[in-house]
C-alpha cells in the first residue's frame, strides 16, 4: 500500500523559499514516477513539476528556473524547492506517483496514488 504525505507548506512572503517535503511509502522498486500538482479552489489541478528513475524532471513554465524536483532515494523522500516565490504560488500542494507510463506528466488521471496536500500562501 501506497502512502504518501506532504509536508512543509508554509506561510512566506514574496520573494522568499521554502522545501516542500513528501514521505513516500510502499512505493517500491527502481523505477519511478513522481509529481508536484497544485490547485486553487474552484480552479483546475496543475501539474508544477515531475521527476522520474530515468533521471529526468520537468516544471511547468511558470516555475521553471527557481524550482528544483529531488529524491532522496535512501530517505524515501520527494522534494520541491522553490525560491523567488510570487503571490500566484498560492495553492494546495500535493505529491502524486503513479504505475503507469508513456503517459504526459501532467495527466492528473494517470497518477494513482496522492497525498493529502500542503497548502502553500504567498502574501505581505
Known amino acids: 500500500e501506497v502512502h504518501l504525505v506532504e509536508s512543509g507548506g508554509p506561510s512566506v512572503q514574496p520573494g522568499g523559499s521554502l522545501r516542500l517535503s513528501c514521505a513516500v511509502s510502499g512505493y517500491t522498486g527502481s523505477n519511478y514516477c513522481m509529481a508536484w500538482f497544485r490547485q486553487v479552489p474552484g480552479e483546475e489541478r496543475e501539474g508544477v513539476a515531475a521527476i522520474d528513475s530515468n533521471g529526468g524532471a520537468i516544471y511547468v513554465d511558470t516555475v521553471k528556473g527557481r524550482s528544483t524536483i529531488s529524491i532522496d532515494i535512501a530517505q524515501n523522500t520527494l522534494y520541491l524547492q522553490m525560491n523567488s516565490l510570487k503571490p500566484e504560488d498560492t495553492a494546495m500542494y500535493y505529491c502524486?506517483?503513479?504505475?503507469?507510463?508513456?503517459?504526459?506528466?501532467?495527466?492528473?488521471?494517470?497518477?494513482?496514488?496522492w497525498g493529502q496536500g500542503t497548502q502553500v500562501t504567498v502574501s505581505s
Open positions: 502524486a506517483a503513479r504505475d503507469v507510463y508513456g503517459i504526459t506528466w501532467n495527466n492528473i488521471r494517470s497518477y494513482n496514488y
